[in-house]
T-cell receptor, first 113, second 112 residues
């Protein structure tokens, strides 16, 4: 079955610096890769997603890249702010088949003012 | 629009008991999914309901069950609770024909 690995497990950056979180997946049939942000006491919130027919997607300070050949995808946050501090989850799987969307273990990001 | 609401937010039960958790999706959303989140296993899919029918099911024992009502509200039930069932149970709703799921704040279940 699908397996999603995520690195690093914790990440500390200075405010204003960039943060990069990397994920790998095992199922070559995966075509949907969402990223979620979870703040303390809240449920995960979708921040960006990418489909397998696209190599890169950007939304303001957040960008995601996908390398289908290597089965890698990454989240890039530029100009980090303290409110970016949270746990970030990547996920990979089949579009709209949520039993087949597997989540990574999460990255705890701390942005130091 | 109000977000996904889950009740109760916190619950303490003892081994062997059963528990029912409730989820009210965003108005107009007909798909509701349930997830279990633990530090060791992360986020794991339990099941998805659409128009009162279970559409997908994750790899959990039969002690975990759910249902959806005609107003799209959903409940999940866990019978014969075990210590390992202690977790944050998250509900997510989704508009039809989109991929975006909207998660609720979760119910924190502690089994003693």
């Amino acid at each position: 079955g699908e397996n999603v690995e995520q690195h690093p497990s914790t990440l500390s950056v200075q405010e204003g610096d960039s943060a990069v979180i990397k994920c790998t997946y095992s199922d070559s049939a995966s075509n949907y890769f969402p990223w979620y942000k979870q703040e303390l006491g809240k449920g995960p919130q979708l921040i960006i997603d990418i489909r397998s027919n696209v190599g890169e997607k950007k939304d303001q300070r957040i960008a995601v890249t996908l390398n289908k050949t290597a089965k890698h995808f990454s989240l890039h946050i530029t100009e980090t702010q303290p409110e970016d501090s949270a746990v970030y989850f990547c996920a990979g799987g089949r579009k709209t088949s949520y039993d087949k969307v597997i989540f990574g273990p999460g990255t705890s990001l701390s942005v130091i003012p | 629009k109000a977000g996904v609401t889950q009740t109760p937010r916190y619950l303490i039960k003892t081994r062997g008991q059963q528990v029912t958790l409730s989820c009210s999706p965003i108005s107009g959303h007909r798909s509701v999914s349930w997830y279990q989140q633990t530090p060791g296993q992360g986020l794991q899919f339990l099941f998805e309901y659409f128009s009162e029918t279970q559409r997908n099911k994750g790899n959990f024992p039969g002690r975990f069950s759910g249902r959806q009502f005609s107003n799209s509200r959903s409940e999940m039930n866990v019978s014969t609770l075990e210590l390992g069932d202690s977790a944050l149970y998250l509900c997510a709703s989704r508009p039809q024909a989109t991929d975006t799921q909207y998660f609720g704040p979760g119910t924190r279940l502690t089994v003693l």
